[in-house]
């Protein structure tokens, strides 16, 4: 809150409506969870890559690459859970390539949960937890042999990447997985786009997260952000008209936003 103390009041004025259309939001997604969330090709991607597995009796990867903990990890468990019940349905092998001690910890927590989900609990094994390196190249080389070792069917790249995400890629490639991607680094993306056959780009893992786990709080999040958005938009376009209209009519006085934004607490006494 230290942040806030200098905040003017056309500043906390935008948070607290932001926070009122989280709040409106969180709670008619937990209480009607009737809230609606476009599809894309990349979501129906990873379930039927997932059942391509099924049919070649092939492994399925997933990786965080180098995803530490925060909110790009957690919007990677809601894909990674839904994947990996949808593993133990299907009795499929399920290995992931983990970078970071930190996450790895949680990663298994997620995948176990999965597995009691779809009631297969017993069949989930610790060891599919893969621990590769901490070391950025170390782990894309150990990423490329643990898939030219299993064959993967399906590899799903999803979190943050840097320069190893064209070797991670590729690796998959050449074992004719089926392969999607998806990556908050703009950086990256183009290279997702020439080797993956699907690639979600940026805020798309936030919405397949909600999308696949259908959890209220991400789905909540997800609608509020974009309610947010249009009201940043709306902010804009009225500030775009006043300034506008000013340049015409300089006799004219009209109100201004960047002065409503500006205004301080003694300009209002």
């Not at 500043?11 to 969330?37: E, K, M, N, P, W």
């Not at 176990?112 to 989900?117: G, H, I, L, Q, V």
């Not at 786990?213 to 008209?241: H, M, N």
Request: glycine letters at 8%.
């Amino acid at each position: 809150m230290g942040g806030l103390e200098h905040a003017t009041p056309g500043i906390l004025l935008t948070i607290a409506c932001a926070a009122v259309i989280l709040f409106v939001q969180l709670r008619r997604a937990t209480r009607r969870g009737d809230h609606f969330i476009r599809r894309i090709a990349g979501v129906d991607a990873v379930e039927g890559a997932i059942g391509r597995c099924a049919e070649m009796g092939r492994p399925v990867a997933f990786t965080t690459a180098l995803t530490d903990v925060g909110p790009v990890l957690y919007a990677c468990l809601g894909v990674l859970h839904s994947v990996a019940k949808r593993v133990a349905q299907y009795k499929l092998k399920l290995v992931v390539p983990q970078y970071s001690p930190e996450a790895m910890a949680i990663v298994e927590d997620s995948v176990r949960d999965a597995y009691n989900d779809a009631g297969r609990g017993a069949a989930f094994d610790p060891q599919s937890i893969v621990f590769l390196s901490s070391e950025q190249f170390a782990f894309a080389s150990g990423y490329m042999g643990l898939i030219h070792r299993e064959k993967a069917g399906a590899a799903f790249l999803f979190g943050v990447f840097a320069a190893e995400a064209l070797v991670l890629a590729e690796a998959g490639q050449q074992v004719g997985a089926r392969q999607v991607a998806a990556s908050v680094s703009p950086e990256q993306v183009a290279f997702f786009i020439c080797t993956c056959d699907y690639t979600l780009i940026g805020e798309e893992l936030f919405a397949a997260s909600a999308y696949l786990s259908r959890e209220p709080v991400q789905v909540a999040t997800l609608a509020a952000q974009d309610r947010v958005k249009l009201l940043f938009a709306a902010i804009i376009v009225v500030g775009v008209l006043l300034a506008t209209l000013g340049a015409l009519a300089p006799g004219i006085t009209l109100p201004s936003i960047e002065r409503f934004f500006t205004a301080s607490w003694s300009d209002l006494l």
